[in-house]
């Protein structure tokens, strides 16, 4: 837990949203099959012969208001889509079945919680098919941006092909237990068919395999973004030598961004983002807070909605919301996470 030398301030007013409780419900909640709950349902049936992954918990139905007023433009820079099963279907070599999180249902999240724009990473329960995750791009009328899973023999129309609906960038994914490891030529092969369009590459690694990856990763000719602050133990020192490791890693080349984000995940001590608790994660602010102050222009923020692999508990992305203040605490600091930064990376040439 962090010290109250280690929490954000409270809100200006100007910052605040009126409060609410935890049955205010989406504008688009009629689309959702699942009932509001701490913990969602388990192992719903799909359409099309799907079943999601027994244990797993369903993202958080009738999420509350973010006390939190989001600045104007604010981004969800990380979330997803799965299916729907019957239209999207799963890849045949996932590691899991989600539960369905349609575009419709994330769109409907959005303008509940106040961003006026997201970016929807491609998720590996739908490995290297992108339709899904396009499929939303295009129907958000350019209100949506994409990161990409592709092959290594990908073709140059595809990549093009691609850009033209909203994609920027590719993600690779080192973490075992979701994904077999892909040979690093290969991952070169993709970065030489993206670079002459401007993409970054999004990394996703755990603390303990950034020794083995770093060289690698720093060989990489394109900006990288690292997913989740590249999963530290928060039960460690946030100024102790394992998580110096990883700043040391950001401080190696500028173009190298990071997303302080899922703090759901990274959390041991919580508490939880659930019945109304305005401070949660307290564990993971520390660490948050160095990588925003210290990296104020290369730092990105997301929900993740809807969560996936969760099995202890599914957090409100209502008071999800309400953590930015605290690893941001200046509203200069929270203009820069939530709207110049994924900005400048997602949509440079807007006005």
Not at 13 to 28: I, K, L
Not at 88 to 102: I, M, V
Not at 308 to 337: Q, S, Y
Request: overall charge negative; charged content about 25%.
């Amino acid at each position: 837990m962090t010290t109250s030398s280690e929490q954000a301030p409270e809100s200006t007013s100007s910052e605040q949203a009126p409060e609410s409780t935890g049955a205010e419900t989406t504008p688009g909640a009629a689309v959702s099959a699942k009932a509001p709950g701490r913990t969602g349902v388990t192992n719903t049936p799909h359409s099309a012969g799907f079943e999601k992954t027994p244990g797993w918990l369903d993202w958080y139905a009738g999420p509350s208001r973010p006390r939190f007023r989001l600045p104007d433009g604010a981004v969800d820079a990380h979330c997803h889509v799965f299916g729907p099963g019957a239209e999207f279907p799963y890849a045949p070599e996932r590691k899991y079945t989600p539960c369905d999180a349609s575009k419709e249902q994330l769109f409907a999240l959005r303008d509940h919680l106040g961003f006026a724009r997201n970016v929807v990473v491609q998720a590996t329960c739908h490995g290297a098919d992108n339709t899904a995750m396009v499929d939303a791009l295009r129907a958000s009328g350019g209100l949506a941006r994409g990161v990409a899973t592709l092959r290594p023999d990908v073709t140059d129309a595809q990549v093009r092909e691609l850009h033209e609906a909203g994609v920027r960038g590719v993600r690779f994914n080192f973490v075992k237990r979701l994904v077999d490891a892909a040979p690093r030529q290969d991952l070169l092969d993709v970065v030489e068919r993206i670079a002459p369009y401007g993409w970054h590459v999004v990394v996703y690694f755990e603390a303990a395999d950034l020794a083995d990856l770093r060289d690698f990763l720093l060989s990489i000719p394109v900006p990288l973004v690292v997913d989740h602050m590249g999963r530290p133990d928060v039960a460690k020192d946030p100024h102790g030598p394992e998580f110096e490791t990883f700043l040391n890693f950001m401080r190696a080349r500028p173009d190298i961004w990071c997303k302080v984000t899922c703090p759901e995940r990274l959390s041991v001590s919580g508490p939880p983002a659930l019945d109304g608790e305005r401070s949660a994660y307290g564990d993971v602010v520390p660490f948050a807070r160095r990588v925003v102050e210290e990296f104020p222009d290369r730092v990105l923020w997301g929900t993740d909605w809807p969560h996936p692999n969760l099995t202890g508990h599914m957090p409100d992305d209502g008071l999800l919301v309400d953590f930015v203040p605290h690893i941001a605490p200046t509203p200069e600091l929270r203009r820069r996470l939530l709207v110049d930064n994924p900005t400048r990376l997602y949509w440079p040439d807007a006005d």
